[in-house]
């Protein structure tokens, strides 16, 4: 579908930023900030790989095993929360900062298929952007 309308260009106002992702530094914006990449999943990993190893040797059906499964999900679930809380009060505090806030354009999913891939989804560009 096509018209002829015109629409006006918007002029960009106010400070705008510019923010680069990687997994060295989790940002930096074109402001000189440098924000470092906290590694969610590293912090309990130990844990979590102690309470997977366990239930390897829970029988199939059980409670215990249940209980298990329980639990490893409630870690699951501590990561992603601590993950999301520190990317939304990230989030905020570059929205406070600027009015316009530009990306560069990643594929993340060519990103969490390399050598780096356990790393590039604890960080979770994508949620973040």
């Known amino acids: 579908l096509q018209l002829d309308v015109n629409i006006p260009?918007?002029?960009?106002?106010?400070?705008?930023i510019g923010i680069d992702l990687g997994l060295d530094k989790f940002l930096a914006t074109s402001d000189g900030e440098l924000v470092e990449?906290?590694?969610f999943l590293n912090q309990l990993q130990r844990k979590l790989k102690l309470l997977q190893r366990r239930l390897r040797n829970k029988k199939k059906g059980s409670n215990n095993r249940h209980k298990l499964n329980q639990k490893i999900a409630r870690l699951h679930q501590k990561i992603s929360d601590t993950r999301k809380d520190w990317q939304f009060k990230l989030a905020h505090s570059l929205c406070d900062q600027a009015?316009?806030?530009?990306?560069?354009?990643?594929?993340?999913?060519?990103?969490a298929k390399g050598m780096l891939s356990k790393h590039c989804l604890d960080a979770a560009f994508g949620q973040f952007i």
């Open 37 to 39: 990449r906290p590694r």
């Open 99 to 111: 009015q316009s806030i530009f990306f560069e354009d990643i594929n993340f999913k060519s990103w």
């Open 9 to 16: 260009d918007v002029p960009f106002h106010g400070h705008a």
